[in-house]
């Protein structure tokens, strides 16, 4: 008996997915576990494992196809098994837990059709190929085009508009683009307008006009959820901001120590891997720093996970350092650096993007000295970090340069109120201040 494959949950947040690429083709034999398609989610994309052995005997959803969770997305059964028209009966029910793993760089597998009875020409010829159709255009002129095939040509440098589309209605898909780059396309030059017959009236005060030609760019599912999850927090986080100075030069001069003594191809701390350990101690110290307002009543959370922001290709992404307050600075600068590499690779997975208690944003090395983060809902606070620079600094009563680094951490009042920010952001200065008491 044939096994529905519905959309799976692959993030606790997630509400549909995209199908970027089959890994089996219908007819295929599939072992339970083995991998089966690639999914993209709201926090990453994602190789979901086939919940069941068999034989793939229908792809339902197509690549780029996007759908709710619990539709189904292929049929697994027995060889020559044929599926009946109330065979989708199952098609809104959850999916067995998955086992995400990162996506594999593989080359694409397009599925094939299912079979379909061969049509009895009227005439002895044969029917010529359908060929491509123009590109069809949406109601505000936009080429229509998946999500997928938009990335795919931005990134090659492609113009829609020059490209003729395969898709259902003339929409321009993944194979499109593959098959314009395989002829060795360049971007397009779009044919020129026809003259108008006479003066137009009043086109110098067209809008339009006075801002010359206008494109437009989808979402993807993760911009589209920070966008989201941003414009929730504001409008519903009353924020306040706390700002400090840090004087550094001890920090400094803890991490050219280090440096020197770490061995060959050993991580050396960065100066935001202290602010993470640091922060992870206050967290432990000021449970409401570390817990979240939600329905009416506060959380307090008994882990201390820190998120780093990391900015992606055209989107923030944060992953997680759990537990970071029982970490030391050298195993949270190895954690910190093979996090970012997963997400600059786009293997990182949903697991490693969730359960953050709060959050470091550090804009610092872009030569930034002061910005306020939008909180990372339901968190209680995100702290940004700025650039170190040179500034004079008062000790004993005398004036001396040091290395100063400003920091401000906005604060959800619902949970945290400006006497508790203080304190805990006063304790996260003193232990860059004192940087011995980061190896605790």
Same mark, same amino acid.
């Given at each position: 008996?044939?096994?529905?494959?519905?959309?799976?949950?692959?993030?606790?947040?997630?509400?549909?997915?995209?199908?970027l690429r089959?890994?089996?083709?219908a007819g295929?034999s599939?072992?339970?576990?083995?991998?089966l398609?690639?999914?993209?989610?709201?926090?990453?994309?994602?190789?979901?494992?086939?919940?069941?052995?068999?034989?793939?005997?229908?792809?339902?959803a197509?690549?780029n196809?996007?759908?709710?969770?619990?539709?189904?997305i292929?049929?697994?059964?027995?060889?020559?098994?044929?599926?009946?028209?109330?065979?989708?009966?199952?098609?809104?029910?959850?999916?067995?837990?998955?086992?995400?793993?990162?996506?594999?760089?593989?080359?694409?597998?397009?599925?094939?059709?299912?079979?379909?009875? *061969?049509? #009895? @020409?009227s005439?002895?010829? %044969?029917? &010529? /190929?359908?060929? $491509?159709? =123009?590109? +069809? !255009?949406?109601?505000?002129?936009?080429?229509?085009?998946s999500?997928?095939?938009?990335?795919?040509?931005?990134?090659?440098?492609?113009?829609?508009?020059?490209?003729?589309?395969?898709?259902?209605?003339?929409?321009?898909?993944?194979?499109?683009?593959?098959?314009?780059?395989?002829?060795? *396309?360049? #971007? @397009?030059?779009?044919?020129? %307008?026809? &003259? /108008?017959?006479? $003066?137009? =009236?009043? +086109? !110098?005060?067209?809008?339009?006009t006075?801002?010359?030609?206008?494109?437009?760019?989808?979402?993807?599912k993760?911009?589209?959820?920070?966008?989201?999850?941003?414009?929730?927090?504001?409008?519903?986080?009353?924020?306040?901001?706390?700002?400090?100075?840090?004087?550094?030069?001890?920090?400094?001069?803890?991490?050219?120590?280090?440096? %020197?003594? &770490?061995g060959?191809?050993?991580?050396?701390?960065?100066?935001?891997?202290?602010?993470?350990?640091?922060?992870?101690?206050?967290?432990?110290?000021?449970?409401?720093a570390?817990?979240?307002?939600?329905?009416g009543?506060?959380?307090?959370?008994?882990?201390?996970?820190?998120?780093?922001?990391?900015?992606?290709?055209?989107?923030?992404?944060?992953?997680?350092?759990?537990?970071?307050?029982?970490?030391?600075?050298?195993?949270?600068?190895?954690?910190t650096?093979?996090?970012?590499?997963?997400?600059?690779?786009?293997?990182?997975?949903?697991?490693?993007?969730?359960?953050?208690?709060f959050?470091?944003?550090?804009?610092?090395?872009?030569?930034?000295?002061?910005?306020?983060?939008?909180?990372?809902?339901p968190q209680?606070?995100?702290?940004?970090?700025?650039?170190?620079?040179?500034?004079?600094?008062?000790?004993?009563?005398?004036?001396?340069?040091g290395?100063?680094?400003?920091?401000?951490?906005?604060?959800?009042?619902?949970?945290?109120?400006?006497?508790?920010?203080?304190?805990?952001?006063?304790?996260?200065?003193?232990?860059?201040?004192?940087?011995?008491?980061?190896?605790?």
């Amino acid at each position: 008996m044939a096994v529905d494959i519905v959309m799976p949950r692959l993030s606790d947040s997630m509400e549909e997915g995209t199908i970027l690429r089959w890994m089996k083709s219908a007819g295929d034999s599939v072992e339970q576990g083995e991998e089966l398609v690639e999914i993209e989610t709201d926090k990453a994309n994602m190789v979901y494992e086939a919940p069941a052995a068999g034989t793939l005997i229908e792809v339902v959803a197509e690549e780029n196809a996007t759908l709710p969770i619990g539709e189904v997305i292929a049929r697994v059964g027995e060889p020559g098994e044929v599926v009946s028209d109330g065979g989708g009966g199952g098609g809104h029910r959850e999916s067995p837990s998955p086992v995400p793993a990162s996506a594999a760089s593989r080359e694409p597998r397009v599925p094939a059709p299912d079979p379909l009875p *061969a049509p #009895t @020409p009227s005439t002895s010829e %044969a029917p &010529a /190929p359908a060929a $491509p159709s =123009p590109p +069809a !255009a949406t109601d505000d002129g936009r080429v229509k085009a998946s999500p997928l095939a938009r990335r795919m040509a931005r990134e090659r440098g492609l113009d829609l508009a020059g490209l003729a589309g395969s898709g259902p209605g003339g929409r321009i898909v993944k194979a499109d683009i593959e098959r314009a780059v395989a002829a060795g *396309a360049a #971007t @397009p030059t779009p044919p020129p %307008a026809a &003259a /108008p017959v006479g $003066p137009t =009236p009043g +086109a !110098a005060e067209r809008p339009e006009t006075a801002k010359g030609s206008t494109s437009f760019e989808d979402l993807t599912k993760l911009q589209s959820t920070v966008a989201r999850r941003m414009a929730e927090s504001k409008a519903t986080a009353p924020h306040f901001y706390l700002s400090v100075e840090v004087d550094m030069s001890r920090a400094v001069e803890a991490r050219a120590r280090l440096k %020197a003594a &770490a061995g060959e191809g050993e991580p050396v701390p960065s100066f935001n891997d202290m602010v993470v350990k640091a922060s992870a101690i206050a967290l432990r110290e000021h449970p409401r720093a570390n817990g979240a307002y939600r329905d009416g009543r506060l959380e307090l959370y008994s882990r201390v996970n820190v998120g780093v922001a990391v900015a992606a290709r055209d989107a923030l992404v944060v992953p997680t350092v759990f537990d970071a307050d029982t970490k030391g600075l050298r195993q949270t600068a190895t954690e910190t650096r093979a996090l970012a590499e997963r997400v600059r690779d786009g293997t990182i997975t949903p697991p490693e993007l969730s359960g953050g208690t709060f959050t470091v944003s550090n804009l610092g090395m872009f030569g930034i000295s002061n910005f306020a983060a939008v909180i990372n809902p339901p968190q209680a606070a995100i702290l940004s970090v700025g650039a170190i620079a040179e500034k004079p600094v008062v000790r004993d009563g005398e004036i001396a340069v040091g290395q100063v680094m400003p920091m401000t951490l906005a604060c959800d009042h619902r949970i945290l109120y400006g006497a508790d920010g203080a304190r805990f952001l006063d304790r996260i200065r003193n232990l860059l201040e004192e940087p011995l008491g980061l190896a605790l």
